[in-house]
């Protein structure tokens, strides 16, 4: 536990210093190979999905294994350093940070256009409505939900099963972007990928919404993430966005006077301002150091016998 903690603080640290991965697109040509596959794969069919994901997927995980492997016949100090460059090449985490607070920057300044192109960087896809509040939401769930995409996903696969598992969540992760059966073209060929990132995420995303919970208004956070998850196709969706908006008290999910549970979804009854990006922002901070100081503590415990 203390040496993946190590790691952790190192990756995290690097992540700090260079978040732009000294300006090199590093999965650039990777997404280019998933296209290519993509165009020779789909005809339509769930199989051919599952063969394509395969096939992108298979050679990178290989590689992962096969050179730590190496690495560690050979000293197990380069396993260290390998791990962590690993990790830091899969967080994203003062990017997305970076990016939502130009987003909130930029409305504040009246610039939706500016506004419009930092949240497109963070999505991956252009606004189809360009206003102020529409983009103070969108960024605000884009936040929420890539959380736990980008940092706290990847964090607990690394944790549990080492970087081949961490690579393959965020390989998940953009096969589920790129081919997520969410129009008639991915309707049968992105289920696989759509999938998959399901699987992957379910657990980091429970996690990363009870945090959202511990960290901002406990009790609205659990009321809305219980009456309100569902309304949100995304089964990880849900409780992430369903329970950060309540830990930040952004929408109302009290009983109606039938006891029947209110449908009113956030920007109905709390129209998102550019001060709440800033706010979902600082959630994720507080979320982040809630958990190092959690490794902290049990690293702590553990060197000094307490756990024996």
């Known amino acids: 536990m203390t040496v993946t903690l190590i790691i952790i603080l190192f990756a995290l640290a690097l992540d700090r210093f260079f978040p732009d991965r000294g300006r090199i697109r590093w999965f650039a040509w990777y997404e280019d190979w998933v296209r290519s596959v993509e165009l020779r794969f789909n005809a339509g069919t769930r199989g051919q999905g599952v063969a394509a994901v395969v096939v992108v997927a298979g050679p990178l995980i290989l590689g ?7 690495l560690s016949r050979m000293s197990y100090s380069l396993v260290y350093i390998f791990d962590i460059l690993v990790l830091y090449l899969c967080l994203d985490l003062y990017r997305l940070a970076r ?19 930092h949240l497109e960087g963070i999505v991956g896809k252009t ?15 884009a936040v929420l939900n890539q959380t736990n995409t980008r940092v706290m996903a990847p964090l607990f696969w690394f944790i549990l099963l080492g970087p081949v598992a961490i690579v393959l969540q965020r390989i998940a992760a953009l096969l589920d972007r790129l081919w997520g059966h969410r129009s008639p073209q991915y309707a049968e060929f992105g289920w696989a990928a759509a999938h ?9 995303a429970r996690i990363t919404a009870l945090s959202y919970a511990i960290m901002g208004s406990f009790e609205d956070a659990l009321r809305c993430w219980r009456r309100q998850a569902g309304m ?25 006077e039938d006891n029947e549970v209110s449908d009113l979804r956030v920007g109905q009854t709390y129209i998102v301002n550019p001060a709440d990006i800033r706010r979902v922002v600082a959630l994720l901070w507080r979320v982040l150091l809630f958990w190092l100081a959690v490794a902290l503590l049990m690293a702590g415990a553990r060197l000094f016998g307490v756990f024996g």
Do not use: K
């Not at 998959?196 to 980091?204: I, K, M």
């Open 196 to 204: 998959l990132n399901d699987l992957l995420g379910w657990v980091p």
């Open 232 to 256: 949100w196709s995304d089964i990880n969706s849900g409780p992430l966005l369903a329970s950060g908006f309540g830990a930040m008290h952004m929408s109302a999910c009290e009983d109606s």
């Open 99 to 117: 990016s939502a607070t130009a987003v909130s920057e930029s409305l504040e300044s009246g610039d939706l256009l500016t506004a419009a192109s």
């Open 64 to 70: 992962v294994f096969v050179v730590r492997y190496v």
């Open 127 to 141: 606004m189809s409505e360009v206003t102020e509040s529409s983009i103070a939401q969108a960024t605000v769930e």
